[in-house]
């Protein structure tokens, strides 16, 4: 036991300064480490390299959003990198080399990785002062030329200034050097794997780019050239004094309110836009997208005609339907058929407010018209089914007023019936009177009907049904009635031929 001790005294005391001289390292490294770490973030801190980064992230010089801490993630990758010389300074003290290999070989792999790092690194510092002074050469030849004032004012809106024209252009120009050096930093940093596909998606993006701006000046030149066409329009008509004819012609307020020049100049402001959109999506030569759109306004481009002849006939028949309508107003008016109510018997004078016959006729005259214009224009656009629906509809619509009109000429006749009747028949003048006007008023309306087209077979059935109904119960009234008188006047003829005989 006293042997063991000793050996152990012994063992202890050649390992002891070994021991304190690693447990020395362990403390000296990790207070090294605290003060690099320490000093490198207080000097990074004093160059604002957080502001910087976070201003090359986001593309812009203010950063009110919350600091990105990058000092702090620097001097903890110094402060572990150093601590893991330190440990492995420390087991190689402890002479336990088995254990501190693997943390070897981990430092070896980190140290050899630094190069790439820092060549990445450059790389990327490279790409930010480049996209910095194109962005700021950008924004200040924008901001000179006054381009979101100028656009501002042509399309009639107000920009913010923190999503200017100019900012934005400035801000895509800034990204775009970022993706053109991003394969250079990954084949710096030795990512084969990520390389490739991102090398091929620049590419890509490359061979597009003169595509997209090709059609972005396609249709920004385009754009201003149809604004400015389009006020020429506006201006030209206005001189010529089509918004005061829309006015005296009532063509405004079917408009909407909207000025008569106005909306020609947004016409052609849209006829002007329409081949500028084919163009520019031609111009970008994706098919998946550019095909489906450039035929759909294709086919709304060889429609013009049609729709602006359609339109055209539509304004057209406006026009002679209003003055066709008030035309005829004025002329039923002049000869009194605001009358026609008393004359067939259903009423007096019209209340006022309320339309007159006069007016209804010309109103209906003026949808006739119009309706007629749309069927036309109908078949011009190609629209065969709705201008059959139409069709049907003025046939049934005619069928119904050929109807009315022939009641209320039966109504008139009823009642002229009835005055000649009172008039000329006598003490039998009360009874004959109303059978005639009830007789005549069937009659027009079954004719009314008929016209109609209501049922034509019920209304023909029902009609010969009450006639003969009447024929019989007239026929029997007189046989039953007359029955003696008959039999008397039979025996007298009987009488008189057997006297001719003898």
Do not use: C
């Not at 950063?63 to 990758?77: F, K, L, M, P, Q």
């Not at 630094?114 to 480049?130: E, R």
């Not at 997209?212 to 004094?241: K, M």
């Not at 002049?334 to 209340?351: H, N, R, Y």
């Amino acid at each position: 036991m006293t042997e063991f001790i000793q050996e152990f005294i012994q063992t202890l005391g050649d390992y002891l300064p070994t021991a304190l001289a690693a447990v020395g390292i362990l403390v000296g490294g990790w207070l090294i480490a605290l003060v690099v770490a320490a000093i490198v973030r207080g000097a990074l801190r004093r160059t604002k390299l957080d502001e910087r980064i976070a201003g090359m992230i986001a593309g812009t010089e203010e950063i009110e959003a919350e600091r990105i801490d990058v000092t702090r993630w620097i001097s903890r990758v110094i402060y572990y990198l150093i601590m893991l010389f330190v440990v492995v300074a420390f087991l190689q003290a402890l002479n336990l080399t088995v254990v501190a290999e693997p943390i070897n070989e981990l430092l070896n792999t980190v140290l050899s990785y630094i190069p790439l790092l820092l060549g990445a690194g450059a790389l990327l510092l490279v790409a930010w002062i480049v996209a910095s002074a194109l962005k700021f050469v950008v924004i200040r030849v924008l901001r000179a030329a006054k381009l979101d004032e100028r656009l501002s004012s042509q399309a009639d809106i107000e920009t913010p200034e923190r999503v200017s024209i100019s900012d934005t252009l400035g801000n895509v120009v800034y990204w775009l050097v970022f993706l053109l050096f991003l394969p250079a930093v990954l084949d710096a940093l030795s990512l084969q794997g990520l390389l490739v596909p991102v090398q091929g998606m620049v590419n890509e993006i490359l061979g597009v780019l003169p595509n997209i701006l090709g059609a972005f000046l396609i249709l920004v030149v385009g754009w201003l050239g149809a604004r400015i066409v389009r006020q020429i329009v506006a201006n030209l008509l206005v001189g010529f004094g089509v918004d005061r004819l829309g006015e005296q012609t009532g063509l405004t307020g079917a408009l909407g309110g909207r000025k008569v020049s106005d909306v020609i100049g947004t016409i052609v402001y849209v006829l002007i836009l329409i081949p500028i959109l084919i163009s520019a999506l031609n111009t970008l030569q994706i098919d998946a997208v550019s095909r489906p759109a450039s035929e759909m306004l294709t086919t709304l481009l060889n429609a013009l005609p049609a729709i602006f002849g359609a339109l055209l006939l539509i304004g057209v028949a406006y026009f002679v339907a209003r003055i066709v309508g008030s035309f005829i107003t004025n002329v039923l008016t002049g000869i009194g058929f605001d009358k026609v109510l008393s004359w067939i018997g259903l009423g007096g004078v019209v209340a006022e407010g309320q339309r007159t016959p006069s007016q209804i006729v010309g109103y209906l005259t003026t949808v006739a018209i119009m309706l007629f214009a749309v069927i036309e224009s109908a078949n011009l656009l190609g629209f065969t089914i709705l201008a059959q629906l139409v069709s049907d509809f003025l046939v049934a619509a005619g069928g119904v007023l050929l109807g009315l009109f022939i009641f209320g000429l039966g109504l008139y006749l009823a009642g002229l019936a009835d005055r000649v009747v009172r008039d000329t028949a006598g003490p039998q003048a009360h009874l004959l009177a109303p059978i005639s006007r009830v007789a005549i008023v069937v009659f027009a309306g079954a004719l009314a009907l008929r016209q109609t087209g209501i049922a034509e077979d019920i209304v023909n059935l029902a009609f010969g049904i009450v006639l003969g109904t009447i024929a019989i119960a007239a026929a029997l009234a007189f046989g039953l009635g007359s029955r003696d008188i008959a039999a008397r006047e039979l025996e007298g003829w009987l009488k008189k031929i057997r006297t001719s005989k003898n």
